[in-house]
């Protein structure tokens, strides 16, 4: 006999309809699994069988097929154990001889443990938005029931097998899927920026780097206050829009990382260690998956001792951050994700951290000293928009009583500059000045008088490339919009090349 049953599988972030086809057949017991099945499927045949016995039925000591179409895509994961038993099910007559009609409009989606029962996986929110607006329904693990209520879909939460089969032969009702109430947050503890002292020009870097979405590297010696900033950088952004607050999920629920079902509503703040590989930080592995710089999608990417970082890590950045989106390609598929992250990174002047210093020496050699640089190359500090060299606190800022202005305040300005980046860039893929095309660049970055002498000087004397000059303009642009400027000034643009510093010829990377 055979049976068809509807399920979803992941390409990337987005979900794709599977027919999960079982066909029982006479002859020697067997089981075979096609499709372009990966290891965690084909395992499926040992707990679908054990889950169908411990459930009360009859396995079928007979010849089982399981075929999941579209065969052309490749299948991973353990979330089609539950629509293969129900197939099997089905095909040996134990769901009664005709199922409801309504189960062409239903899709499984649910791993199955030994005695039966349906455990978690990790995807379901991006699958069921693949099904949004179409009228179908679906069954989903119990542990899933609050992921799944978020995408809108009429779900049902199902706790074991049997329970599952007696609502297809029309017995006991599943349980609707119920929305959690209130959003979760995966952003870093609540801090502020009222708590550093000193430091106004990084501050005000800062501030700018948040007002246009601007990548930024700190450079200062150790306790100068780098991780401070950036670990509080988060507290001047908005708050994520209802789209961004989705596909944020998304790529988390697509890494097993959604918690209590809730959508994450503050911005990711993502802090890898200098020791994690390429492919964690970019994504990949066997069965792609996000990595770092999609995790941080929509938020921050904090990487602290970027030098420390490996070669190929740092260099693999590069891509990302141009295109705001992560490709990997491999033999038999090719999957994209998203990753418009705002970058801060910190190093150190040299390995020891003392290089220019005014009190301490630097015990680091020349030949130390260029290698430590050379990690981090050209073409990524092109790449990067805001670039501030930190002094050391002075004790004098250090003591003083009054705290520094709050996030609060600074936050406020930003989003009125970002308010006025929304109108600008209203039915354009741009979202923030950072992301202007070079159109848009020539359109909203007129120069001021005065100014071109200004870039003149910065690309002819101090070495700046043709990519630096249009970071510039984009700074200069957010500056404006902080100033609530209609038009760039030269001030504004003056003030843009002190934040380009580690781009002056005469200057080796790292040293302002």
């Known amino acids: 006999m055979l049976s068809k049953l509807r399920t979803l599988c992941l390409k990337g972030i987005d979900g794709r309809e599977v027919n999960a086809e079982v066909y029982i057949a006479s002859g020697l017991p067997a089981y075979t699994v096609v499709g372009l099945p990966d290891a965690a499927v084909k395992e499926a045949k040992d707990r679908v069988v054990a889950a169908v016995r411990n459930s009360?039925?009859?396995?079928?000591?007979?010849?089982?097929?399981?075929?999941?179409?579209?065969?052309?895509?490749?299948?991973?994961?353990?979330?089609?154990d539950l629509p293969i038993a129900l197939g099997v099910l089905a095909a040996a007559g134990?769901?009664?001889?005709?199922?409801?009609?309504?189960?062409?409009?239903?899709?499984?989606?649910?791993?199955?443990?030994?005695?039966?029962?349906v455990r978690p996986v990790a995807g379901v929110l991006p699958m069921l938005l693949a099904l949004k607006g179409r009228g179908k329904t679906a069954v989903v693990p119990a542990g899933n029931a609050a992921e799944a209520a978020v995408s809108g879909i009429k779900c049902f939460s199902a706790s074991n097998l049997k329970e599952v089969a007696a609502w297809l032969n029309g017995g006991a009702e599943l349980p609707p899927c119920a929305a959690p109430a209130g959003r979760v947050a995966s952003a870093a503890p609540g801090t502020d920026f009222s708590e550093v002292k000193g430091q106004a020009f990084a501050k005000r870097a800062m501030e700018i780097a948040a007002a246009g979405f601007h990548?930024?590297?700190?450079?200062?010696?150790?306790?100068a206050g780098k991780?401070?900033?950036?670990?509080?950088?988060?507290?001047?952004?908005?708050?994520?829009?209802?789209?961004?607050?989705?596909?944020?999920?998304k790529l988390y629920s697509v890494s097993g990382l959604v918690q209590a079902g809730r959508l994450i509503s503050e911005r990711p703040f993502r802090?890898?260690?200098?020791?994690?590989?390429?492919?964690?930080?970019?994504?990949?592995?066997?069965?792609?998956?996000?990595?770092?710089?999609?995790?941080?999608?929509?938020?921050?990417?904090?990487?602290?001792?970027?030098?420390?970082?490996?070669?190929?890590?740092?260099?693999?950045?590069?891509?990302?951050?141009?295109a705001c989106r992560v490709t990997v390609a491999r033999v038999k598929e090719s999957v994209a994700y998203p990753a418009r992250f705002l970058l801060v990174a910190a190093m150190n002047p040299c390995p020891c951290g003392y290089l220019g210093h005014p009190v301490r020496d630097c015990a680091c050699t020349p030949v130390q000293v260029a290698k430590y640089r050379s990690k981090v190359s050209g073409p990524i500090l092109d790449r990067i928009d805001l670039q501030v060299q930190l002094s050391p606190v002075r004790y004098q800022d250090w003591e003083a009583?009054?705290?520094?202005?709050?996030?609060v305040l600074i936050a406020a300005r930003v989003a009125a500059a970002l308010e006025i980046q929304r109108a600008r860039f209203a039915g354009s893929r741009a979202k923030a000045n950072a992301f202007m095309s070079g159109?848009?660049?020539?359109?909203h970055c007129a120069l001021p008088e005065g100014a071109s002498s200004v870039l003149e000087t910065a690309m002819n004397k101090l070495g700046f490339s043709a990519r630096s000059l249009d970071k510039i303009l984009r700074i200069s642009?957010?500056?404006?919009?902080?100033?609530?400027?209609?038009?760039?000034?030269?001030?504004?643009?003056?003030?843009?090349?002190?934040?380009?510093?580690?781009?002056?010829?005469?200057?080796?990377a790292g040293v302002a």
């Open 215 to 223: 990548n930024i590297i700190l450079v200062g010696p150790p306790g």
């Open 227 to 249: 991780s401070m900033l950036a670990r509080r950088f988060g507290a001047l952004l908005p708050p994520m829009s209802p789209d961004e607050s989705l596909e944020t999920t």
């Open 439 to 443: 159109a848009e660049l020539r359109r």
């Open 56 to 80: 009360g039925f009859d396995f079928p000591s007979k010849r089982i097929t399981v075929n999941l179409a579209p065969a052309e895509i490749k299948k991973a994961g353990t979330h089609f």
């Open 401 to 407: 009583a009054p705290r520094g202005e709050p996030s």
């Open 271 to 322: 802090e890898p260690h200098h020791t994690i590989s390429d492919a964690a930080l970019i994504g990949g592995g066997s069965s792609p998956r996000p990595g770092e710089v999609s995790l941080a999608h929509n938020g921050v990417l904090f990487l602290d001792e970027f030098p420390e970082f490996s070669r190929p890590a740092i260099e693999a950045l590069r891509e990302p951050l141009e």
């Open 477 to 508: 642009r957010t500056i404006a919009d902080l100033d609530r400027c209609a038009a760039i000034k030269r001030e504004h643009v003056i003030e843009a090349v002190q934040y380009r510093m580690l781009d002056k010829a005469a200057v080796p």
């Open 94 to 117: 134990r769901l009664g001889k005709k199922p409801p009609a309504a189960l062409e409009d239903t899709f499984f989606i649910g791993e199955l443990a030994l005695d039966g029962s």
